[in-house]
């Protein structure tokens, strides 16, 4: 979906609703941003692995010897993971290769404003963000603005502009809020 949708709140609400269920898990938020640092992608990696473990530092030399200990230590475990943010297939091919690198049950969640990702790395559910509607927008930018669920007296026509200002993108309606 769109940036500004929603993708990351919904993820992390899902993560936190869920993640008790698996026996390790990780939230890796802005991979975009973290892999386009020095070694970040190697970084990406220790994190998966040292959440989902449970173990403090892991060290790990390259991408491959990732790859690798990933596969290695979590193909026999149930795991949940969150890749926020990805905007290169070969991030998801060394942070999630693929389903045999994580045990039966494991759930990998990605977010991503490229579609197409998705389906080269053929990942089989794909949930689409849709906008909000006028409806949706004017109480979530209430809420934000007054505290309520309606605009405050003397706000309504403040408020439908608002709302057509922010296009259905939630994100825009807290910060207008």
């Known amino acids: 979906g769109m940036g500004g949708v929603g993708k990351t709140t919904l993820a992390k609400v899902f993560y936190n609703s869920i993640c008790n269920e698996y026996e390790g898990a990780c939230f890796i938020s802005n991979v975009r941003k973290a892999s386009n640092q020095d070694k970040g992608r190697i970084f990406l990696q220790q994190k998966i692995l040292s959440d989902a473990l449970g173990v403090q530092k892991i060290k790990l030399d390259s991408v491959e010897k990732g790859i690798h200990t990933i596969k290695a230590n979590l193909s026999a475990k149930k795991v949940l993971i969150v890749l926020d943010d990805v905007d290169k297939i070969e991030q998801l091919k060394e ?24 389906v080269s790395h053929q990942i089989r559910r794909i949930y689409e963000m849709e906008m909000m509607n006028d409806r949706e927008s004017l109480e979530l930018f209430c809420r934000n603005a007054f505290k309520m669920s309606t605009p405050a007296r003397n706000y309504e026509d403040l408020s439908n502009r608002a709302i057509r200002y922010g296009k259905g993108l939630p994100l825009a309606f807290k910060v207008l809020g």
């Open 95 to 118: 942070l999630a290769g693929g389903c045999d690198w994580f045990g039966l049950g494991s759930r990998i969640i990605v977010t991503t404003r490229d579609k197409h990702l998705l």
